[in-house]
Protein backbone atom coordinates (compact mmCIF):
# COMPACT_ATOMS: atom_id res chain seq x y z
CA UNK A 1 0.00 0.00 0.00
CA UNK A 2 1.46 3.35 -0.82
CA UNK A 3 2.67 4.93 2.35
CA UNK A 4 0.44 8.72 1.78
CA UNK A 5 -2.60 6.09 2.16
CA UNK A 6 -2.38 4.41 5.34
CA UNK A 7 -3.36 7.19 7.36
CA UNK A 8 -6.65 7.49 4.96
CA UNK A 9 -7.20 3.71 5.97
CA UNK A 10 -7.21 4.40 9.52
CA UNK A 11 -9.38 7.69 9.28
CA UNK A 12 -11.69 5.57 7.37
CA UNK A 13 -12.41 2.78 9.83
CA UNK A 14 -11.97 5.28 12.77
CA UNK A 15 -14.82 6.61 11.16
CA UNK A 16 -16.94 3.65 10.83
CA UNK A 17 -15.71 2.24 14.99
CA UNK A 18 -17.28 5.48 16.06
CA UNK A 19 -20.44 4.87 14.62
CA UNK A 20 -20.40 1.07 16.27
CA UNK A 21 -19.53 2.58 19.64
CA UNK A 22 -21.71 5.57 19.56
CA UNK A 23 -24.54 3.51 19.16
CA UNK A 24 -24.15 1.56 22.12
CA UNK A 25 -24.54 4.66 24.18
CA UNK A 26 -26.61 7.12 22.12
CA UNK A 27 -29.76 6.48 23.14
CA UNK A 28 -29.33 7.39 26.68
CA UNK A 29 -29.98 10.80 26.58
CA UNK A 30 -32.88 10.05 23.89
CA UNK A 31 -34.70 7.42 26.00
CA UNK A 32 -36.94 9.58 28.43
CA UNK A 33 -38.44 11.11 25.01
CA UNK A 34 -38.05 7.71 22.91
CA UNK A 35 -39.99 5.72 25.56
CA UNK A 36 -43.01 8.42 25.83
CA UNK A 37 -43.24 8.61 21.62
CA UNK A 38 -43.19 4.84 21.06
CA UNK A 39 -45.37 4.12 24.68
CA UNK A 40 -43.04 1.24 25.28
CA UNK A 41 -42.83 -0.55 28.13
CA UNK A 42 -40.02 -1.13 30.95
CA UNK A 43 -39.16 -4.42 29.56
CA UNK A 44 -39.20 -2.99 26.23
CA UNK A 45 -37.02 -0.12 27.09
CA UNK A 46 -34.33 -2.41 28.47
CA UNK A 47 -34.13 -4.55 24.96
CA UNK A 48 -34.28 -1.18 22.85
CA UNK A 49 -31.02 -0.57 25.10
CA UNK A 50 -29.45 -3.72 24.82
CA UNK A 51 -29.97 -5.83 21.77
CA UNK A 52 -27.45 -3.72 20.70
CA UNK A 53 -24.69 -4.86 22.67
CA UNK A 54 -25.66 -8.14 23.45
CA UNK A 55 -26.25 -9.16 19.98
CA UNK A 56 -22.77 -7.54 18.79
CA UNK A 57 -21.04 -9.75 21.84
CA UNK A 58 -22.47 -12.59 20.71
CA UNK A 59 -21.73 -12.54 16.47
CA UNK A 60 -18.52 -10.66 17.19
CA UNK A 61 -16.00 -13.38 18.09
CA UNK A 62 -17.16 -15.83 15.09
CA UNK A 63 -17.76 -12.67 12.33
CA UNK A 64 -14.09 -12.03 13.08
CA UNK A 65 -13.47 -15.39 11.82
CA UNK A 66 -15.29 -15.42 8.72
CA UNK A 67 -13.41 -12.01 7.63
CA UNK A 68 -10.25 -14.07 7.68
CA UNK A 69 -12.15 -16.03 5.20
CA UNK A 70 -13.87 -13.95 3.06
CA UNK A 71 -11.52 -10.95 3.14
CA UNK A 72 -11.29 -7.82 5.94
CA UNK A 73 -12.33 -5.58 3.40
CA UNK A 74 -14.99 -7.24 1.65
CA UNK A 75 -16.38 -8.03 5.46
CA UNK A 76 -15.74 -4.57 6.69
CA UNK A 77 -18.19 -2.74 3.48
CA UNK A 78 -20.50 -5.57 3.61
CA UNK A 79 -21.08 -4.57 7.68
CA UNK A 80 -21.19 -0.79 6.61
CA UNK A 81 -23.81 -1.26 4.02
CA UNK A 82 -26.29 -2.91 6.58
CA UNK A 83 -25.23 -1.11 8.98
CA UNK A 84 -26.57 2.30 6.50
CA UNK A 85 -30.08 0.78 6.17
CA UNK A 86 -30.34 -0.44 9.86
CA UNK A 87 -30.14 2.95 10.75
CA UNK A 88 -32.87 3.97 8.29
CA UNK A 89 -35.19 1.65 9.25
CA UNK A 90 -34.34 2.25 13.71
CA UNK A 91 -34.66 5.96 12.79
CA UNK A 92 -38.51 5.61 11.29
CA UNK A 93 -39.74 2.26 13.66
CA UNK A 94 -42.94 2.67 14.08
CA UNK A 95 -43.22 0.79 17.54
CA UNK A 96 -40.42 -0.76 20.39
CA UNK A 97 -40.79 -4.42 18.41
CA UNK A 98 -39.37 -2.26 15.31
CA UNK A 99 -36.76 -0.97 17.21
CA UNK A 100 -35.83 -3.47 18.91
CA UNK A 101 -35.41 -5.83 15.51
CA UNK A 102 -33.63 -2.66 13.44
CA UNK A 103 -31.04 -2.79 16.58
CA UNK A 104 -30.49 -6.06 15.99
CA UNK A 105 -29.47 -5.71 12.53
CA UNK A 106 -27.38 -2.77 13.17
CA UNK A 107 -25.39 -4.95 15.87
CA UNK A 108 -25.05 -7.37 12.77
CA UNK A 109 -23.58 -4.42 10.43
CA UNK A 110 -21.40 -3.62 13.96
CA UNK A 111 -20.29 -7.24 14.40
CA UNK A 112 -19.42 -7.36 10.55
CA UNK A 113 -16.82 -4.29 10.96
CA UNK A 114 -15.76 -4.09 14.25
CA UNK A 115 -12.80 -7.15 14.20
CA UNK A 116 -12.47 -5.98 10.23
CA UNK A 117 -11.64 -2.45 11.04
CA UNK A 118 -8.33 -3.72 13.36
CA UNK A 119 -7.15 -6.22 11.53
CA UNK A 120 -7.08 -3.82 8.33
CA UNK A 121 -4.81 -1.42 10.96
CA UNK A 122 -2.71 -3.77 11.91
CA UNK A 123 -2.05 -4.97 7.99
CA UNK A 124 -1.75 -1.18 6.56
CA UNK A 125 0.69 -0.02 9.22
CA UNK A 126 4.06 -2.05 8.96
CA UNK A 127 6.18 -0.07 11.36
CA UNK A 128 5.82 -1.32 14.60
CA UNK A 129 5.70 2.50 16.38
CA UNK A 130 2.96 3.57 13.82
CA UNK A 131 1.21 0.52 14.38
CA UNK A 132 0.98 1.27 18.24
CA UNK A 133 -0.19 4.77 17.58
CA UNK A 134 -2.42 3.54 15.19
CA UNK A 135 -3.77 0.89 17.75
CA UNK A 136 -4.02 3.77 20.54
CA UNK A 137 -5.80 6.04 18.63
CA UNK A 138 -8.28 3.44 17.93
CA UNK A 139 -8.72 2.43 21.44
CA UNK A 140 -9.38 6.49 22.04
CA UNK A 141 -12.10 6.00 19.29
CA UNK A 142 -13.37 2.96 20.43
CA UNK A 143 -13.93 4.52 24.02
CA UNK A 144 -14.66 8.23 23.47
CA UNK A 145 -16.92 7.41 20.94
CA UNK A 146 -18.93 5.36 23.35
CA UNK A 147 -18.47 8.03 25.84
CA UNK A 148 -20.05 10.62 23.15
CA UNK A 149 -23.26 8.96 22.83
CA UNK A 150 -25.69 10.94 25.26
CA UNK A 151 -23.78 14.45 24.20
CA UNK A 152 -24.39 13.35 20.99
CA UNK A 153 -28.21 12.53 21.48
CA UNK A 154 -28.62 15.11 23.69
CA UNK A 155 -27.16 17.93 20.76
CA UNK A 156 -29.80 15.85 18.39
CA UNK A 157 -32.50 16.01 20.53
CA UNK A 158 -32.39 19.87 21.23
CA UNK A 159 -33.40 20.15 17.43
CA UNK A 160 -35.36 17.00 16.28
CA UNK A 161 -36.67 13.64 16.84
CA UNK A 162 -35.38 10.56 18.55
CA UNK A 163 -35.13 8.72 15.63
CA UNK A 164 -32.61 11.61 14.37
CA UNK A 165 -29.82 9.88 16.57
CA UNK A 166 -29.44 7.09 13.95
CA UNK A 167 -30.13 8.89 10.84
CA UNK A 168 -26.97 11.38 11.76
CA UNK A 169 -25.41 7.29 10.50
CA UNK A 170 -26.06 7.24 7.14
CA UNK A 171 -23.46 10.35 5.64
CA UNK A 172 -20.73 8.87 7.46
CA UNK A 173 -21.52 5.62 6.35
CA UNK A 174 -21.87 6.44 2.62
CA UNK A 175 -18.68 8.79 3.30
CA UNK A 176 -16.51 5.73 4.77
CA UNK A 177 -18.04 3.33 1.82
CA UNK A 178 -16.93 5.85 -0.60
CA UNK A 179 -13.19 6.19 0.85
CA UNK A 180 -12.81 2.78 1.64
CA UNK A 181 -13.61 2.08 -1.84
CA UNK A 182 -10.58 3.59 -3.07
CA UNK A 183 -7.95 3.18 0.13
CA UNK A 184 -8.80 0.01 1.22
CA UNK A 185 -6.86 -2.82 -0.12
CA UNK A 186 -8.42 -6.59 -0.87
CA UNK A 187 -6.03 -9.12 1.03
CA UNK A 188 -5.80 -12.79 0.38
CA UNK A 189 -8.40 -14.89 2.02
CA UNK A 190 -7.04 -17.26 5.01
CA UNK A 191 -9.79 -20.14 4.20
CA UNK A 192 -8.91 -22.40 7.64
CA UNK A 193 -10.51 -20.27 9.72
CA UNK A 194 -14.61 -21.49 9.74
CA UNK A 195 -17.60 -19.45 10.97
CA UNK A 196 -18.42 -21.13 14.19
CA UNK A 197 -22.54 -20.35 14.20
CA UNK A 198 -23.22 -22.60 16.79
CA UNK A 199 -20.44 -21.03 19.33
CA UNK A 200 -21.88 -17.66 18.48
CA UNK A 201 -25.31 -18.70 19.44
CA UNK A 202 -24.02 -20.01 21.81
CA UNK A 203 -22.50 -16.72 23.47
CA UNK A 204 -25.70 -14.99 22.26
CA UNK A 205 -27.64 -17.30 24.19
CA UNK A 206 -25.90 -17.05 27.75
CA UNK A 207 -25.24 -12.99 27.76
CA UNK A 208 -29.27 -12.77 26.82
CA UNK A 209 -30.09 -15.13 29.53
CA UNK A 210 -27.99 -13.61 32.16
CA UNK A 211 -28.84 -9.88 31.56
CA UNK A 212 -32.66 -11.25 31.52
CA UNK A 213 -31.83 -12.85 35.27
CA UNK A 214 -30.31 -9.75 36.25
CA UNK A 215 -33.10 -7.33 34.78
CA UNK A 216 -36.01 -10.16 36.42
CA UNK A 217 -34.28 -9.76 40.24
CA UNK A 218 -34.78 -6.06 39.54
CA UNK A 219 -37.69 -5.58 38.73
CA UNK A 220 -40.20 -4.38 41.58
CA UNK A 221 -41.84 -7.59 41.34
CA UNK A 222 -39.70 -10.16 40.54
CA UNK A 223 -40.07 -13.74 39.70
CA UNK A 224 -37.99 -15.72 40.97
CA UNK A 225 -38.45 -18.87 39.03
CA UNK A 226 -38.33 -16.88 35.54
CA UNK A 227 -34.83 -15.49 37.04
CA UNK A 228 -33.48 -18.75 37.70
CA UNK A 229 -34.24 -20.14 34.92
CA UNK A 230 -32.95 -17.34 32.99
CA UNK A 231 -29.72 -17.76 34.68
CA UNK A 232 -29.54 -21.61 34.80
CA UNK A 233 -29.82 -21.41 31.03
CA UNK A 234 -27.04 -18.72 30.46
CA UNK A 235 -24.83 -20.50 32.44
CA UNK A 236 -25.21 -23.16 30.84
CA UNK A 237 -24.68 -22.39 27.41
CA UNK A 238 -21.73 -19.97 28.33
CA UNK A 239 -20.59 -23.34 29.92
CA UNK A 240 -21.23 -25.35 27.15
CA UNK A 241 -19.19 -22.22 24.72
CA UNK A 242 -16.33 -22.42 26.93
CA UNK A 243 -16.36 -26.19 26.72
CA UNK A 244 -16.63 -25.97 22.96
CA UNK A 245 -13.92 -23.85 21.97
CA UNK A 246 -11.60 -25.49 24.43
CA UNK A 247 -12.02 -28.92 22.06
CA UNK A 248 -11.58 -26.68 18.88
CA UNK A 249 -9.14 -26.68 16.85
CA UNK A 250 -10.19 -23.50 15.67
CA UNK A 251 -11.77 -21.57 18.52
CA UNK A 252 -13.47 -18.45 18.63
CA UNK A 253 -11.64 -17.28 21.53
CA UNK A 254 -8.49 -19.04 22.79
CA UNK A 255 -8.46 -19.57 26.41
CA UNK A 256 -5.17 -20.35 27.13
CA UNK A 257 -4.80 -16.42 26.95
CA UNK A 258 -5.84 -15.82 29.81
CA UNK A 259 -3.18 -18.34 31.62
CA UNK A 260 -1.02 -14.71 30.75
CA UNK A 261 -1.76 -13.10 34.13
CA UNK A 262 -0.64 -9.78 32.73
CA UNK A 263 -3.40 -10.57 29.43
CA UNK A 264 -6.04 -11.29 32.11
CA UNK A 265 -5.54 -8.44 34.14
CA UNK A 266 -5.50 -6.51 30.92
CA UNK A 267 -9.13 -7.95 30.21
CA UNK A 268 -10.32 -7.44 33.77
CA UNK A 269 -9.34 -3.73 33.89
CA UNK A 270 -11.01 -2.77 30.54
CA UNK A 271 -13.94 -4.63 31.39
CA UNK A 272 -14.49 -3.13 34.84
CA UNK A 273 -13.63 0.61 33.10
CA UNK A 274 -16.18 -0.31 30.49
CA UNK A 275 -19.22 -1.56 32.65
CA UNK A 276 -18.48 1.76 34.95
CA UNK A 277 -18.22 4.47 31.96
CA UNK A 278 -21.37 2.76 30.48
CA UNK A 279 -23.27 2.44 33.88
CA UNK A 280 -22.71 5.37 34.92
CA UNK A 281 -23.46 7.25 31.73
CA UNK A 282 -26.94 5.03 31.76
CA UNK A 283 -28.33 5.80 35.36
CA UNK A 284 -26.48 9.48 35.12
CA UNK A 285 -28.35 10.18 31.84
CA UNK A 286 -31.85 9.00 32.88
CA UNK A 287 -31.46 10.77 36.84
CA UNK A 288 -30.47 14.21 35.05
CA UNK A 289 -33.79 14.36 32.82
CA UNK A 290 -36.32 12.26 34.80
CA UNK A 291 -35.48 13.37 38.07
CA UNK A 292 -33.52 16.82 37.74
CA UNK A 293 -35.44 17.90 34.72
CA UNK A 294 -32.86 18.53 32.61
CA UNK A 295 -33.12 18.73 28.79
CA UNK A 296 -31.09 16.00 27.01
CA UNK A 297 -28.64 18.76 25.82
CA UNK A 298 -27.91 19.84 29.43
CA UNK A 299 -27.81 16.11 30.24
CA UNK A 300 -25.29 15.59 27.73
CA UNK A 301 -22.91 18.35 28.29
CA UNK A 302 -23.05 17.05 32.25
CA UNK A 303 -21.39 14.02 30.96
CA UNK A 304 -18.81 15.97 28.58
CA UNK A 305 -15.78 15.48 31.40
CA UNK A 306 -16.51 11.28 30.20
CA UNK A 307 -15.72 11.57 26.60
CA UNK A 308 -12.98 14.36 26.74
CA UNK A 309 -11.11 11.73 29.36
CA UNK A 310 -11.23 8.91 26.95
CA UNK A 311 -9.84 10.61 24.11
CA UNK A 312 -6.92 12.03 25.80
CA UNK A 313 -5.98 8.92 27.31
CA UNK A 314 -6.77 6.48 24.69
CA UNK A 315 -3.62 7.13 22.89
Request: glycine letters at 8%.
Amino acid sequence: MPPRNRWLVLATVSSALFLIVIDMTVLYTALPRLTHDLAATAIEKLWIVNAYPLVVAGLLPGLGGLGDRVGHKRMFMSGLAVFGIASLVAAFSPTPEALIAARVLLAIGAAMMMPATLSLIRLTFTDESERAFAIGIWAAVASGGAAMGPIVGGVMLEWFWWGSVFLINVPIVLCALLAGAFVLVNRRPENTHPFDLIGSAQVMVGLVGLVYAIKEVANRDPSLLASSIALVIGGLALATFVRRQRRSAHPLIDFELFRNARFTSGVVAALVASAALIGVELVFSQRLQLVLGLSPLEAGLMILPIPAASFIAGP
